[in-house]
């Protein structure tokens, strides 16, 4: 099972972004995760369309937008316009949600869900045979640096469970909040296989390193194949 790290340039220094995205991919971040927050959903506010279009002209890996907004709706085409491989919106915020992922797939973006801490598992019932991955929150969308949810760990392996009864046994679980060198290997034993990290990335003197150390405690934690089969 292949691990994808996708550091959260949440915590870096917003006036160096450039250098900030070139060390993680020296690191061997897979992917770019970009958190979108409008001060309405989550009690923050951070960056939008522009930024994502410019991380876009000088990032080689794939970004990762997580939409913590309350209208997602709105905005889904002007970010995948702008660059954004993969967009997840929140349960939490979308009636029609089953319209919503259609419309991320149709702009050929990855589609994603995700799940505040509070939020069951069965809110995807009807939906985990149509997603791409689904993120699972392990704080509560807002802010970078907070300490992990224990419990979170059971809700990655009900996710798990619930994509593989829909039949998407290729959809990947992303998992997002205080994913560290002391977490990181009881939520990859757990099935995550994407893993954002902010503050162990980004709050350390060496983006790079801490990258590639993060991505080696992760791939030594992953489950074989043949040991999930
Ligand atoms: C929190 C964001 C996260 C955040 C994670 O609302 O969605 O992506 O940057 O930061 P850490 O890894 O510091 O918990
Ligand atoms: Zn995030």
Sequence with gaps: MSIRIAPSILSADFAALGNAVAA?????????HVDVMDGHFVPNITIGVPVVRSLKRIA???????LMITDPDRYIEAFA??????ISVHVEVLPHLHRTIQ???????????VLNPSTPVVALEQI????????????????????????SELKVREVRALLDRAGNTAAPIE????????TVARVVSAGAQILVAGNAIFGTADAERATRDL???????APTTAARA
Excluded: W
């Design 103 to 113: 419309a991320i797939k149709a702009l050929k973006a990855k589609a994603g869900v």
């Design 60 to 66: 080689t890996v794939p970004l990762d937008v997580h």
């Design 215 to 221: 991505k080696a405690a992760a791939n030594a934690a």
């Design 81 to 86: 316009e702008a660059g954004a491989s993969m």
């Design 24 to 32: 993680v991919e020296r690191g061997g971040a897979d992917l770019i």
């Design 128 to 151: 985990a045979g149509d997603v791409d991955f689904v993120l699972v929150m392990s704080v509560n969308p807002g802010f970078g640096g907070q300490s992990f949810i224990p419990r």
């Design 175 to 182: 998992i997002d909040g205080g994913i560290d060198q002391k």
